[in-house]
């Protein structure tokens, strides 16, 4: 049976609990159109696995001559598992701050969902099940299919010209047509979203569509796209992008999904438990209490058609040599030609009591082990004798473009 997480906010009398699905169904364009399946009942056991057929290749049809027979050519198919993932997060609160500040409670809830959601987007793209705690996402079942098309001759780091429009808007149409139904979402990271949109502006093929709650959504031929935004990875102890850019090439991927109990859907537990969530309960005894949000679900795609990706799009320049910046250093200050930096990037600086530092690699990203953000000020802490070195980078990939260094300080 299949279930939109609008349906289960409708089954729940809570308040609270029908708010709290209801900000899921807002944080996420995709939530709120997914289908789920929600069949998933662990009585007797532990395991959450959902089995299905996944479609992989359609039955070809020839015509026969008297006499003849025709060619064997069944429907490819597999056998496939997958299993649900529990995702989310719990919150504490001392009960003095809960008395203070009323909202902190609905505060805290709404960040656990956001992060939920972006748990869910990027194993939507990115799972591997062979991961405890992940699902196999869309790069995973994609990779290889009759949908996966190869966009390494696309440029779109510079939009000037029709015929550069063109291969991107060629490429676009080409996945669409490829695909058993047309595509709910196209699915791609800001950067590629305002290039599509150049592209199309250029070819008049730009469209406005609306999302669940009639807010007008950037479309292509009337499909929206949607920027699945950034995830936390704790392996790298920063946010991400949940679809990447190299950043030595520059390329990306852009995905389309079409959501259907018969393309790509959501699964979850029987009922309508996919949505969990606890307040902190001041009543019982001690000072600090926790609340949590809990998500259950997966992916199904019972069709490979159902998804198709355009894979290696280059969207960002490379760069062979960085850009220069005029720097000038005097103890705990610097001073930086330009004073700002271009729109989207940030000056970070790096200090050495004695030796100069050396330049970071063009198209490799800054460590912020290394590189800190540079105060508007340009007061930093540097001694006499010492070196500094300003690189300006992409403020989301930190990407360096340009540098200059300055040093050994001597006072005047």
Same mark, same amino acid.
């Given at each position: 049976?299949?279930?939109?997480?609008?349906?289960?906010?409708?089954?729940?009398?809570?308040?609270?609990?029908?708010?709290?699905?209801?900000?899921?169904?807002?944080?996420?364009?995709?939530?709120?159109?997914?289908?789920?399946?929600?069949?998933?009942?662990?009585?007797?056991?532990?395991?959450?696995? +959902? /089995?299905?057929?996944?479609?992989?290749?359609?039955?070809?049809?020839?015509?026969?001559?008297? =006499?003849?027979?025709?060619?064997?050519?069944?429907?490819?198919?597999?056998?496939?598992?997958?299993?649900?993932?529990?995702?989310?997060?719990? +919150?504490?609160? $001392?009960?003095?701050? *809960?008395?203070?500040?009323?909202? &902190?409670?609905?505060?805290?809830?709404?960040?656990?969902?956001?992060?939920?959601?972006?748990?869910?987007?990027?194993?939507?793209?990115? /799972?591997?099940?062979?991961?405890?705690?992940?699902?196999? /996402?869309?790069?995973?079942?994609? $990779?290889?299919?009759?949908?996966?098309?190869? /966009?390494?001759?696309?440029?779109?780091?510079?939009?000037? =010209?029709?015929?550069?429009?063109?291969? @991107?808007?060629?490429?676009?149409?080409?996945?669409? %047509?490829?695909?058993?139904?047309?595509?709910?979402? @196209?699915?791609?990271?800001?950067?590629?979203?305002?290039?599509?949109?150049?592209?199309?502006?250029?070819?008049?093929?730009?469209?406005?569509?609306?999302?669940?709650?009639?807010?007008?959504?950037?479309?292509?031929?009337?499909?929206?796209?949607?920027?699945?935004?950034?995830?936390?990875?704790?392996?790298?102890?920063?946010?991400? &992008?949940?679809?990447?850019?190299?950043?030595?090439?520059?390329?990306?991927?852009?995905?389309?999904?079409?959501?259907?109990?018969?393309?790509?859907?959501?699964?979850?537990?029987?009922?309508?438990?996919?949505?969990?969530?606890?307040?902190?309960?001041?009543?019982? *005894?001690?000072?600090?209490?926790?609340?949590?949000?809990?998500?259950?679900?997966?992916?199904?795609?019972?069709?490979?058609?159902?998804?198709?990706?355009?894979?290696?799009?280059?969207?960002?320049?490379?760069?062979?040599?960085?850009?220069?910046?005029?720097?000038?250093?005097?103890?705990?200050?610097?001073?930086?030609?330009?004073?700002?930096?271009?729109?989207?990037?940030?000056?970070?600086?790096?200090?050495?009591?004695?030796?100069?530092?050396?330049?970071?690699?063009?198209?490799?990203?800054?460590?912020?082990?290394?590189?800190?953000?540079?105060?508007?000020?340009?007061?930093?802490? %540097?001694? &006499?004798?010492?070196?500094?070195?300003?690189?300006?980078?992409?403020?989301?990939?930190?990407?360096?473009?340009?540098?200059?260094?300055?040093?050994?300080?001597?006072?005047?």
């Amino acid at each position: 049976m299949a279930i939109t997480l609008s349906d289960i906010k409708i089954g729940r009398a809570d308040k609270y609990d029908r708010m709290v699905i209801d900000t899921f169904i807002r944080k996420s364009a995709i939530l709120a159109a997914m289908p789920f399946d929600n069949c998933i009942s662990p009585s007797g056991g532990s395991t959450l696995t +959902y /089995g299905y057929i996944r479609l992989k290749t359609s039955p070809a049809a020839e015509g026969r001559a008297i =006499n003849s027979d025709y060619t064997a050519a069944p429907a490819t198919k597999e056998a496939v598992t997958t299993d649900l993932q529990i995702m989310g997060g719990k +919150y504490e609160i $001392d009960r003095v701050l *809960a008395d203070a500040a009323p909202d &902190e409670i609905a505060f805290q809830t709404e960040e656990k969902i956001q992060a939920t959601v972006n748990r869910y987007h990027w194993l939507l793209v990115n /799972g591997d099940k062979n991961n405890q705690t992940e699902f196999d /996402g869309l790069a995973k079942i994609v $990779d290889g299919s009759v949908t996966d098309f190869d /966009g390494s001759g696309i440029d779109l780091s510079t939009m000037n =010209n029709t015929a550069t429009a063109l291969k @991107i808007t060629e490429a676009l149409d080409t996945a669409i %047509l490829a695909m058993k139904e047309r595509p709910t979402y @196209i699915l791609a990271n800001s950067k590629a979203i305002v290039k599509i949109q150049s592209a199309a502006k250029q070819l008049g093929y730009i469209t406005q569509a609306e999302d669940a709650f009639g807010k007008p959504v950037r479309a292509y031929d009337g499909i929206p796209m949607i920027d699945l935004g950034r995830y936390y990875n704790e392996d790298l102890g920063s946010d991400t &992008e949940i679809i990447g850019i190299d950043d030595a090439s520059g390329k990306t991927d852009i995905y389309l999904v079409a959501l259907s109990m018969s393309g790509a859907h959501g699964i979850t537990l029987k009922g309508d438990k996919a949505i969990t969530s606890r307040l902190p309960n001041f009543s019982e *005894a001690g000072a600090v209490k926790s609340g949590d949000v809990e998500f259950v679900a997966g992916l199904a795609v019972k069709n490979t058609r159902g998804i198709a990706r355009i894979k290696d799009v280059q969207v960002q320049a490379t760069l062979t040599a960085l850009g220069t910046l005029t720097v000038a250093a005097a103890v705990n200050k610097v001073t930086v030609t330009p004073k700002k930096p271009k729109i989207g990037n940030e000056y970070y600086y790096a200090v050495d009591a004695s030796v100069t530092i050396s330049a970071p690699t063009a198209n490799t990203a800054l460590s912020t082990d290394t590189w800190t953000p540079l105060p508007a000020n340009g007061v930093i802490s %540097l001694a &006499e004798n010492g070196y500094v070195r300003v690189v300006e980078a992409d403020s989301s990939s930190l990407l360096p473009v340009a540098t200059g260094v300055d040093g050994p300080v001597v006072t005047v």
